[in-house]
């Protein structure tokens, strides 16, 4: 794929999971919290301020740090289904 293309797709996948994880905040049939940490993890991939939110919340958060670990390996498995890497 493309690089430029990807990197489009990484961003706009990161930005949805946000939002989605902003909606699940407030409704109870969304994972809140997971779909904000998957989000912060494919933009932490392109910012350097997601890396060190995700870094900051699991020094700061480690009950977190589980559900964080969840996140990667849910994302890293979408970017493999959809066949861009990971």
Same mark, same amino acid.
């Given at each position: 794929?493309?690089?430029? /293309?990807?990197?489009?797709?990484? /961003? $706009? /996948?990161?930005?949805?999971?946000? &939002? #989605?994880?902003? $909606?699940?905040?407030? &409704?109870?049939? #969304?994972? !809140?919290? /997971?779909?904000? &940490?998957? !989000? &912060?993890?494919? #933009?932490?991939?392109?910012?350097?301020? $997601?890396?060190?939110?995700?870094?900051?919340?699991?020094?700061?958060?480690?009950?977190?740090?589980?559900?964080?670990?969840?996140?990667?390996?849910?994302?890293?498995? #979408?970017?493999?289904?959809?066949?861009?890497?990971?």
């Amino acid at each position: 794929m493309n690089p430029k /293309l990807k990197r489009i797709f990484i /961003l $706009a /996948l990161g930005w949805i999971f946000i &939002l #989605l994880g902003i $909606a699940g905040l407030f &409704l109870p049939f #969304l994972q !809140g919290i /997971l779909f904000l &940490l998957i !989000g &912060l993890y494919f #933009l932490s991939h392109e910012f350097q301020w $997601a890396e060190r939110l995700l870094n900051k919340i699991r020094t700061r958060y480690p009950s977190i740090a589980k559900k964080l670990d969840e996140a990667k390996e849910k994302a890293k498995n #979408l970017l493999k289904n959809i066949r861009i890497g990971g």
